[in-house]
C-alpha cells in the first residue's frame, strides 16, 4: 500500500493550516500598528501649539489619516490572502491613504484661508465630515459602478468608504460621528481599537457578497457572464 497520496494530502493541510496562520499573523501585526501610529498621533495633538509647531501638528494628524487609510484598504485584502506586492493593491493602497488625507481639504475649503488659526478655529465641521454624506457618496460611487458595469469605480466606492470611515473614525474619538442631523458622543477608546481593526474584515467580506450576489443576478437577467475571483480588478467579462 503507497503512504503518497495520504502524505501529500497531510502536507497540502499543512501548508494550508500555515499559510492561515501567516495572513492572520499579518493582519494582526498591521493592525496593532495602525492602532499604535494612531494613538501615538492623538498624542501629538494634545501638544500645546505655537507659531513654530502648529503646521507640523496639523500635517502629521493629516499624514496619520493617510497611513491608517493606506493599511486599512491593504488589510483588506490581506485578509482575503489576496498578493499585496501586486501594482494594482499598491496603487489603490495608496489612492485610499491620499483620499484619507484629502478629506481635511474641506477645513481650507470652508475657512477659505491657509492660516491654521482660520482653519481650527471654524464654526461648524466642514462638509466632508459629515458621515451621512459620505456614506451616500459611497453608495452613490458603488451603485453606478454596478450599473455602468464599471468595477474600476465599483472599486473605488469601496475605497472611498474606507478613507472616509477610518478618517471620521479617527475624529470621532474626540468629537464623536456627525450624522447629520445628529452628532454622536465621542467614541470610546475600545470601540475605536475594535472597529478599526475589525473593519477591513468586514468590508472585504461585503465587497464579495455585493459583487458575488449582484454579477449572479445580473447574469441570470441579461444573459451577461462574469468571472469573480477576488476583490477589486479581478472581475472579467466572459
Ligand atoms: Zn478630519
Known amino acids: 500500500m503507497s503512504y503518497e497520496p495520504v502524505m501529500t494530502c497531510m502536507a497540502n493541510i499543512c501548508c494550508k493550516y500555515v499559510n492561515v496562520l501567516a495572513i492572520q499573523?499579518?493582519?494582526v501585526s498591521i493592525s496593532s500598528l495602525i492602532v499604535f501610529i494612531s494613538l501615538i498621533g492623538d498624542q501629538l495633538l494634545t501638544i500645546k501649539r505655537n507659531a513654530i509647531n502648529a503646521y507640523i501638528i496639523a500635517l502629521s494628524d493629516t499624514l496619520i489619516h493617510g497611513f491608517i487609510g493606506f493599511f486599512s484598504w491593504l488589510l483588506v485584502y490581506i485578509s482575503k490572502g489576496h498578493p499585496v506586492c501586486e501594482h494594482i493593491v499598491l496603487m489603490e493602497s495608496f489612492i485610499c491613504g491620499l483620499t484619507a488625507s484629502a478629506i481635511d481639504l474641506d477645513h481650507v475649503l470652508a475657512a477659505r484661508s491657509f492660516?491654521?488659526?482660520?482653519?481650527?478655529?471654524?464654526p461648524n465641521r466642514p462638509?466632508?465630515?459629515n458621515t451621512s454624506l459620505t456614506l451616500l457618496i459611497s453608495v452613490s460611487i458603488l451603485a453606478t459602478g454596478l450599473i455602468r458595469h464599471n468595477w474600476m469605480v465599483h472599486t473605488y466606492g469601496w475605497i472611498f468608504l474606507t478613507a472616509s470611515l477610518t478618517h471620521h473614525l479617527r475624529d470621532a474619538l474626540r468629537h464623536g460621528f456627525w450624522l447629520y442631523p445628529f452628532t454622536t458622543k465621542p467614541v470610546p477608546l475600545w470601540a475605536y481599537v475594535l472597529s478599526?481593526?475589525?473593519?477591513?474584515?468586514?468590508?472585504?467580506?461585503?465587497m464579495d457578497i455585493v459583487a458575488k450576489e449582484w454579477l449572479e443576478r445580473h447574469s441570470m437577467s441579461n444573459h451577461l457572464n462574469f468571472k469573480y475571483k477576488s476583490v477589486s480588478g479581478d472581475v472579467q467579462e466572459v
Open 196 to 206: 478599526l481593526t475589525a473593519y477591513p474584515l468586514v468590508c472585504s467580506l461585503l
Open 25 to 27: 499573523l499579518i493582519y
Open 115 to 122: 492660516d491654521l488659526n482660520d482653519i481650527s478655529h471654524l
Open 127 to 129: 462638509f466632508l465630515h
